[in-house]
T-cell receptor, first 111, second 116 residues
Framework: GQNIDQPTEMTATEGAIVQINCTYQ??????LFWYQQHAGEAPTFLSY????GLEEKGRFSSFLSRSKGYSYLLLKELQMKDSASYLC????????????FGKGTTLSVSS | GAGVSQTPSNKVTEKGKYVELRCDPI?????LYWYRQSLGQGPEFLIY????????DSGLPNDRFFAVRPEGSVSTLKIQRTERGDSAVYLC??????????????FGEGSRLTVL
């Protein structure tokens, strides 16, 4: 079966660093994606990992370990606007096939 | 427009009625996906088109759900004999032919369906 696990909720304060973990068990693997979704809005793409290691993009970084079925999203210098749901998704088939999403982690950033 | 467009943004219907939800993908995107999302959950895959054909419809929950993309652009998700459990936000996404790029999905704002 397909299973993607991430914490349901996390809280943090402005200026801090937060790490959102994601573990997956899928029948195949062809890339892991992180999306951000503000309440009532569409998910927007944050990052993509297909090889092991860290991908850095501004305040956001994403890490992948394929052998462990594990990824994390690291958010630095948190801002209030980072309060949102963060979705981990795996592509388990050839390029173009659909993504399988986790349930999302709701991050609340307070001042 | 530049993004994925979905209509209607909100639809309220009665149990047993027929509903159509429309998706207009980003111009030039060959792949189109339908997902549905319930409150507090991640998007749940329904169906994926590559061009005009359904490449994977394994996520459609039952035969009341059907989707078409006759000209390889706009797609319509059709739900017959709606049930209260069908209430959700129906998200559409599109992507470029993924060879040579990440194949990231670009999502529309969704159509919120409420079945009374």
């Amino acid at each position: 079966g397909q299973n993607i696990d991430q914490p349901t909720e996390m809280t943090a304060t402005e200026g801090a660093i937060v790490q959102i973990n994601c573990t997956y068990q899928t029948s195949g693997f062809n890339g892991l994606f992180w999306y951000q979704q503000h309440a009532g809005e569409a998910p927007t793409f944050l990052s993509y990992n297909v090889l092991d290691g860290l991908e850095e993009k501004g305040r956001f970084s994403s890490f992948l370990s394929r052998s462990k079925g594990y990824s994390y999203l690291l958010l630095k210098e948190l801002q209030m606007k980072d309060s949102a749901s963060y979705l981990c998704a795996v592509r388990n088939g050839q390029a173009g096939t659909a993504l399988i999403f986790g349930k999302g982690t709701t991050l609340s950033v307070s001042s | 427009g530049a993004g994925v467009s979905q209509t209607p943004s909100n639809k309220v219907t009665e149990k047993g009625k027929y509903v159509e939800l429309r998706c207009d993908p980003i111009s030039g995107h060959t792949a189109l996906y339908w997902y549905r999302q319930s409150l507090g959950q991640g998007p749940e895959f329904l169906i994926y088109f590559q061009g005009t054909g359904a490449a994977d419809d394994s996520g459609l929950p039952n035969d009341r759900f059907f989707a078409v993309r006759p000209e390889g652009s706009v797609s319509t998700l059709k739900i017959q004999r709606t049930e209260r459990g069908d209430s959700a936000v129906y998200l559409c996404a599109s992507s470029l032919n993924p060879s040579g790029n990440t194949g990231e999905l670009f999502f529309g704002e969704g159509s919120r369906l409420t079945v009374l």
